[in-house]
């Protein structure tokens, strides 16, 4: 066992075990004849879950429920209407649907609002009881029902990973439940279903692809190294191409690229050696969704040039170095606060410029008023030993500079 | 689907399957406790497996041992002395061990021969005949003995995939089974049991790593972009840390970043959408060391950059220019050529200087005897579509070039 401390920054190769079992399908139409398939290898009654009416515009509803009925043992009860930044009230509704109708397998067509709930109602479905008491911790998931998904978004990578957030919109929470039991079985990944994406959620997606990179690259424990270059091979990937789908929608490439990158920013592969891996930018951003409903990729878009700036200190100005020399080919002969500097202003320009994101909150009319409680709700009187140690007021500072 | 011809090369946006289901206890002394609770998921008659003695010299024989015999109900049975360049004479045997004992479970202990052997013991326990029927392809595998693993040789990757390399003396044949049957369930990982693994063996241990990701970075079908920059980042991992392991037997981080490596080089990952994905160099090193049982890794070295300049052409200098630039941070600025023949050069340097590995088959006392019969068991009278298309002379003289 290596250790080395380094001030702030601790490099320790912790042990850990590797484990990802999901199947993946990717490409376009690769649903065909394989989603019954895979779907009977648990069962005949399909919980088939979704939000709004956009997968049927798009005609993806009627392609599965033509793929299913192609088989008559195959019953299919749905429930739709799941929103951004789910619900806990929703998903206690879907659990009935499913203790009602003894099913088998939860298919989740969408994007991570929609796959997320699928997992709290896989574990719902064993449980007697409100479903956010799993989130809350008063529960433990136990048993879950197997979950396939159809992805339609890239940007959370819930597709691929054991991990769902969800909201409670009258105690102002959003939090995450993690299992292994809520890892998908099987997830379809067809790049041409994102064609449709408008510019502002490709936009909020790939912000939050990125997101859980720097989460992961930006942390307090280091690890292999083979990881940081697999993760700036990432983040590489991810600003070269949204910026091509945000201009180009139909580009496969660029859609294929960002789908795939979406499910490795985040399926544990890349901060399986790093643990804690706290995402600070996380923890601040579901205090701003959870109050204000806002979109969580957006949220996180504001929020993280301001906390990497505030984070930013002699002692971690190595690991700013590297993301500068290695992402942004910023050029490694400068000073090294220099090329800091210079990797937050290109992540800035890539996230405000290129893909138009907004980067403040006053202009969605979020002012200070709840940033003291919002704080509370983080540091619980603490600390939170983040990249940096960070205590209520740094965190109301980061806030701050938001607006 | 994207198509783009481009003289030579082609890229295609392929559709693919994922699924690496191999579970992975990665770190120090994970064995304890964990292996007999995995064993034990597929029952209690153990084969184990292994090659000379090295296991027990470095005390893993007898760790293992205690380990497995501190559960009464498992029972081990032993076949050791599997050799590099794994025959198919042993296998038989083995097979035999496990179809009068009734073996649940195969344990391998060892490197990349270790492991190959026991997959395809694993399918020869369920068939009456000759091993090397599956190699031939005169029958196919259809049930396979579950496998678990202990590594210690960072080298071929076969922890965690589903191909094996066996040898045939007999008929100088060196060929290679593929099925997900043979994919190991379960695969400690432990670096600190490759602090033995001499110079040499480190050397063309890491010169193999390089060579699976270089035969797929080099390959006539590109794909999703985001799996250049991760075999770039594996790549420069495997260059710095085989550099340092090389001096330093001793660093964990070291060791433990070519480990990984070596299983993400080559568990399907990074050339999943790159089919088909013909290696070429793999494929001329599979004749020489079938005629002169020499070391896999070695014959690689000596044969990859003498392959790269052979291939090296105006329609293909882009690839090898990212190479460079990327991989070895040659001046992104120089012609493309230069990048590319410095790139070539580097890697000389690498594998010839760093790794002092020999850079000629002279020095092996391997001359053109052979090289014709070789070629055309190579070539079978038609061409290879590798990065470049070959044809028997080709294959002849890149034979020359490393003598």
Redesign the interface.
């Known amino acids: ?2 250790m080395k401390f380094r001030k702030d920054l601790m490099c320790i ?9 999901t ?8 649903l065909n004849g394989n989603l019954k398939t895979e779907i009977q290898k648990y069962g005949n009654n399909v919980l088939l879950l979704y939000g709004g009416g956009s997968i049927k515009k798009i005609g993806l509803y009627q392609k599965i429920i033509n793929e299913l009925e192609s088989n008559n043992d195959i019953k299919v009860f749905e429930y739709a209407g799941i929103e951004p930044n789910p619900r806990h009230t929703a998903i206690n509704e879907a659990v009935k649907i499913c203790k009602t109708n003894n099913i088998d397998v939860i298919l989740a067509v969408g994007g991570g609002s929609v796959i997320d709930s699928s997992k709290l109602i896989s574990i719902g479905n064993y449980y007697n009881g409100d479903s956010w008491d799993f989130v809350i911790g008063k529960t433990k998931p136990e048993k879950a029902l197997p979950i396939i998904t159809v992805l339609t978004l890239s940007a959370t990578g819930s597709e691929m990973n054991g991990t769902a957030v969800i909201s409670n919109m009258e105690t102002h929470q959003k939090k995450g439940v993690k299992s292994p039991l809520i890892v998908p079985k099987v997830s379809f990944l067809d790049p041409t279903l994102t064609y449709t994406v408008n510019k502002y959620q490709t936009a909020c997606g790939s912000a939050d692809i990125l997101s859980h990179i720097l989460e992961t690259y930006f942390s307090r424990n280091t690890g ?3 990881l940081d ?2 993760m ?3 983040m ?2 991810v600003i ?1 191409y949204a910026k091509i789908a945000y201009i180009e929608p139909n580009n ?2 660029a859609r ?2 960002l789908m ?2 979406s499910s ?1 920013a985040i399926n544990g592969f890349v901060r399986i ?1 790093r643990q804690p891996n706290i995402w600070v930018c996380h923890m601040l951003e579901h205090q701003l969704s959870a109050f204000y409903d806002i979109t969580h990729g957006l949220g996180l878009a504001i929020l993280t040039p301001k906390y990497m700036r505030y984070a930013l200190n002699e002692s971690n100005v190595d690991r700013y170095y590297e993301f500068g020399i290695n992402v942004f080919d910023i050029d490694k002969n400068l000073p090294k606060s220099e090329v800091a500097r210079k990797s937050i202003e290109c992540l800035e320009k890539f996230l405000y410029e290129d893909l138009e994101l907004t980067n403040d909150l006053k202009s969605l009319n979020i002012n200070d008023e709840h940033f003291e409680e919002m704080a509370d709700r983080i540091c619980k009187n603490g600390t939170i030993e983040g990249f940096i140690d960070l205590n209520k007021e740094d965190i109301v500072n980061i806030f701050n500079e938001c607006i």
């Open positions: 066992m290596l190769m912790n042990s850990f075990v590797y484990e990802i079992p199947k993946i399908y990717f490409g376009e139409n690769e292999l190294s083979m270059r697999v700036e091979g990432l590489k990937t070269k496969y490439e294929a690229n795939w990158a490795w050696d």
